[in-house]
């Protein structure tokens, strides 16, 4: 049994003034693996003070010594790399592959704030004016428990190359993953305050957070529910946020599009992280006079999908992270079935033989209209929608009336077709005919899935505030 005890302030580990505890359950076997001490307002409000304390002199420092800081962290990192990967299979039950994935960009965070950082231009003519990209000050950070580390360790890298300091509260059902990566921070020795860490509910350390005269920003990523709320705190002391939420992701497959490799793509990208991500290709849109072909090759790709134990190289899909998550995913797959909606494939209840964890049979659904709440609604599950259009002129209509807008799919024979339907696709992010990865492309929503951008020098901007400073002659 795991007893995570204290939190991180001012670069000691210390007990939490909070005294609310929460188990920690392992999602494939539902057994408690361990307890975590949940911080409170006071906590919060001592790692804010330390935060404060530490950009009064990190605000200067100088871009060697920010460089160097952010080298110490990538290493000691990347030396228990393999902790993190086996912690984050045990306590969030994603895949070996997908953990493996997430660990590595856990790491890669550092050097490319480093990159961005150094190429950047903080100080630059504007007329007769010079202008200073300024940081923000302290900075609230607030992570989900789909890929703890990874948005830890971006946000952190991003925020420490800005010049700013960081208050960070993960997601509570991350707890153990917290703790390893905690331990990593502190052994890279950096000056106390730059970084606190303080577990602790939504309601409780991350209204404190956004509520607190001294954050000057919030960066969050979760749900788009939460993100209003934080939107709508953060304007009482016109903190500047950057939000990262939901989305229902079109994926597009034009009718000369080459179905046996995009429907299998298709699969990949609605499945990914066990359908718990927010730029998952939930809703598939399929030209009609293909639809058959569509469902054959979908039925053909979605089988040879393995559903087990998340430590297992060869599983695909494990199980979702809480009980909570399980109903709801299968409060879905009732309602598509009630409103009227084709069950492909899949169904309620876990594949046989995975009764004792969260497991969830990855479900398509044909004859589905945009009308429907399985497919305007993030379900944060591996259940994909299937709609059909008529002409490219139908895809984009489809694929644009959502609330959201995070990213999209689009798979076609003609590369300048594929683009011109891109183009028009309302997306942060747009894929044609494969998944990419790009850490200097900015990454955000329009619509309802978020405020600004990170990655690259989108991402540090972010974290930067424009001075224009003139002066006689």
């Known amino acids: 049994m795991k007893r995570i005890h204290q939190i991180y302030v001012n670069g000691r580990f210390v007990d939490p003034h909070g005294t609310e505890t929460m188990q920690l359950v392992n999602p ?280 087990g134990p998340p430590g297992d190289a060869a599983t695909q899909i494990g199980p979702l992270v809480t009980q909570k998550q399980y109903e709801r995913v299968q409060g879905y797959i009732r309602l598509g079935i009630e409103e009227g909606a084709e069950l492909l494939i899949g169904g309620e209840g876990p594949p046989p033989g995975l009764e004792a964890g969260y497991f969830p049979r990855p479900t398509v659904f044909t004859g589905v209209t945009n009308d429907m709440r399985i497919a305007r609604e993030e379900i944060f599950g591996p259940v994909l929608s299937v709609l059909t259009f008529k002409d490219d002129e139908d895809a984009i209509r489809i694929a644009n009336d959502t609330d959201y807008g995070l990213q999209a799919y689009v798979s076609g024979g003609d590369p300048e077709r594929a683009h011109r339907v891109a183009q028009r696709l309302v997306a942060g992010r747009v894929f044609i005919n494969g998944l990419f990865d790009e850490p200097h492309a900015p990454f955000g929503g329009f619509k309802q899935s978020g405020l600004g951008r990170e990655f690259g020098t989108y991402g540090l901007e972010a974290y930067l505030e424009p001075k224009a400073v003139m002066a006689p002659g």
Not at 170 to 175: G, K, T, V
Not at 209 to 233: E, M, N
Not at 255 to 264: E, H, L, V, W
């Open 28 to 307: 494939s076997t539902r057994e408690v693996l361990g307890v975590v001490t949940l911080g409170d307002e006071h906590d919060t409000r001592d790692a804010i003070a330390a935060a404060k304390t530490a950009y009064a002199t990190y605000d200067r420092s100088t871009l060697e010594e920010r460089a160097t800081y952010l080298k110490r962290l990538h290493d000691a990192v990347r030396a228990r790399s393999r902790d993190l990967v086996e912690v984050m299979i045990e306590e969030f039950g994603g895949t070996r592959f997908f953990c493996e994935d997430i660990i590595r960009r856990a790491i890669d965070a550092f050097p490319h704030a480093t990159e961005v950082m150094q190429s950047f231009q903080f100080v630059r003519p504007a007329g007769k004016a010079t202008v200073h990209m300024d940081p923000l000050g302290v900075v609230g950070i607030i992570t989900p428990w789909n890929a703890s580390a990874a948005f830890v360790c971006s946000k952190l890298a991003m925020a420490l190359a800005a010049g700013s300091t960081a208050v960070i509260k993960p997601s509570e059902l991350s707890a153990c993953q917290t703790q390893i990566l905690t331990e990593c921070f502190h052994a890279a020795e950096l000056p106390p305050g730059l970084f606190n860490i303080v577990n602790g509910r939504g309601d409780v350390v991350g209204t404190e957070l956004t509520r607190h005269p001294d954050i000057g920003k919030i960066s969050f990523t979760g749900s788009t529910a939460v993100g209003k709320t934080i939107a709508r705190g953060a304007a009482e002391t016109m903190k500047r946020v950057t939000l990262e939420l939901g989305g229902k992701s079109p994926n597009v497959l034009l009718d000369d599009a080459d179905f046996a490799q995009a429907i299998p793509l298709a699969v990949m990208s609605a499945f990914m992280n066990s359908g718990q991500a927010c730029l998952a290709g939930t809703r598939l849109l399929v030209p009609e006079g293909r639809l058959d072909e569509a469902k054959r090759l979908l039925v053909q790709a979605v089988s040879a999908v393995r559903v």
